[in-house]
């Protein structure tokens, strides 16, 4: 029976997991005597269940070996077809819906973009444990995928460095590739990550809790937390009894979703010197540190113009919802701090929505829940520009940083340009397909930024107005569906699919 199991096809293991988390929101619905909506979530459980065992019985005669190139392509076609799978029992609980709407938030949350296509007031408590736990689910898939079948074929921004350590010593991707079969991997990584990542929530979890907030809100900003989902059962951050002692503990585990550093390598005693030394997290303090700076003095220039100044209690609310609001939105979480309020009417930006595109456009760490650019792929670049600008003044330097920093500098930087090229190609595409249903320049430009970068909530700020998904028509909610797919698997990766070399291997 254990050998059965473990030559299950990938996307009829994905299955099985599916269904047995449709059976949390049945027994939630049940303690609070929604029996319909339990019923209906535990009926598509046993439906899913029977499905995944027909097809893993159909599949165990096959000879076909698992290889890193159906891998990728069994995760392609799960971010397409495992969200029809999970819309089927939000589908029923939700009443005068349609499908194409359930469909586009549950590959949102799948993908860990939690863009709001319906409102929270609609939605019965067990459907929101529903969205939360396909989304934390989605954050979990990522992280194991990311290292089990992206890292061997040095593609999801490892391709930067195209480098990492096993046992010690440094080995390229076709010798990781080498080390254990694709399946192995995948065990191997779901074993090692999957219980971090449950007790990280549960850690957070418990933190909100004590901090004042409700134990349902709790647990699912804990999972959205973890998952840079941004998903919430409510309005948001705004007017939670926690306060800014909850978006703190937030705050503090927002550093998962800046480098893989932070839990792949476990929390030994040299996790923060580990943490501290990391390109990615340097950077991202970097952008924490001055972009709320810059908006809190940009209220004391006007001030000394008009010789006004704020008192101190203000002045603290500003520069904490400027600090959390930014580290929410570069993790593309996209939670908004109580305080941004505060911020913007400090800094004096009525609409600065340009800063929190910025933001999201850079994105996370390489291998983290996070979306964007990656921290990586910007440093790569930051580092060949300033090694360009050193080559002007003296031509014939010769830069040190090690063959790492070398690499970095030069084919990482060639690689992260390549992707900067193809996120913007991307980007202009979905523009395209946007525009021709019907909308503007300023909401196709920030629906596409926001599907290409796993950011949801970005609709809802950037503007002067917030966007509703909802009210978008039928074509463009389908691209959109398609952006985020891939937004979360990165073009790069779709076009590693072509390369014959790849399909060769």
Request: aromatic content about 10%; overall charge positive; hydrophobic content about 55%.
């Amino acid at each position: 029976m254990v050998a059965w199991f473990r030559n299950l096809p990938f996307f009829v293991v994905l299955l099985w997991i599916s269904a047995t988390a449709m059976l949390l929101p049945s027994v939630m619905a049940m303690a609070t005597e929604d029996f319909a909506t339990g019923r209906r979530f535990f009926y598509s459980s046993l439906l899913t269940m029977v499905v995944a065992t027909l097809i893993g019985i159909a599949t165990q005669g096959g000879k076909g070996s698992a290889t890193e190139r159906r891998q990728l392509l069994t995760l392609i076609l799960s971010y397409l077809l495992l969200p029809l799978v999970l819309a089927i029992p939000m589908e029923q609980a939700v009443p005068t819906t349609r499908f194409i709407n359930v469909y586009l938030d549950m590959v949102s949350a799948l993908t860990t973009t939690g863009a709001v296509v319906f409102d929270p007031d609609r939605l019965p408590p067990a459907v929101h444990l529903w969205r939360g736990t396909v989304g934390w689910l989605g954050g979990l898939l990522i992280w194991v995928t990311a290292a089990a079948v992206l890292a061997p074929l040095s593609l999801g921004g490892y391709e930067v460095t195209s480098e990492a350590r096993i046992e010690g010593q440094l080995l390229t991707g076709g010798a990781q590739r080498g080390a254990s079969g694709p399946g192995e991997r995948l065990r191997r990584s779901a074993a090692q990550l999957a219980p971090i990542y449950l007790v990280l929530t549960l850690a957070l979890s418990i933190l909100l809790l004590v901090a004042g907030e409700t134990p349902f809100v709790s647990l699912i900003h804990a999972m959205s937390t973890m998952a840079t989902s941004g998903i919430t059962p409510v309005d948001g951050l705004t007017g939670r009894p926690a306060g800014m002692a909850g978006e703190a503990m937030i705050l503090l585990f927002f550093v998962f979703a800046l480098s893989r550093r932070t839990f792949s390598n476990g929390f030994g005693r040299d996790w923060a010197e580990r943490v501290g030394r990391d390109r990615e997290v340097r950077l991202a303090v970097f952008a924490v540190v001055v972009l709320p700076t810059l908006l809190f003095a940009r209220h004391w220039i006007g001030a000394l113009e008009v010789d006004t100044v704020a008192n101190l209690r203000g002045a603290l609310a500003a520069l904490w919802g400027g600090a959390f609001t930014v580290l929410s939105f570069l993790t593309t979480t996209g939670f908004v701090s109580e305080s941004w309020a505060e911020a913007r009417a400090w800094s004096g930006l009525q609409t600065p929505g340009l800063l929190l595109v910025g933001l999201v456009l850079m994105g996370g760490g390489v291998a983290t829940t996070a979306g964007g650019l990656k921290l990586l792929r910007v440093y790569a670049l930051y580092k060949h520009g300033v090694r360009e600008m050193g080559k002007l003044v003296y031509p014939h330097s010769v830069a040190g940083a090690g063959r790492l920093g070398r690499r970095i500098r030069r084919e990482g930087a060639y690689i992260a340009w390549i992707f900067f090229m193809l996120f913007i190609l991307s980007m202009a595409a979905v523009m395209l397909g946007l525009a021709a249903t019907g909308l503007g320049f300023e909401e196709a430009l920030i629906l596409s930024i926001s599907a290409l970068t796993t950011t949801g909530p970005l609709a809802e700020v950037a503007g002067e107005a917030p966007i509703s998904y909802s009210m978008l028509s039928d074509p463009a909610k389908l691209i959109l569906a398609a952006a985020m797919i891939v937004g979360r698997i990165e073009t790069l990766v779709l076009i590693a699919l072509f390369n014959p070399a790849f399909w060769r291997s």
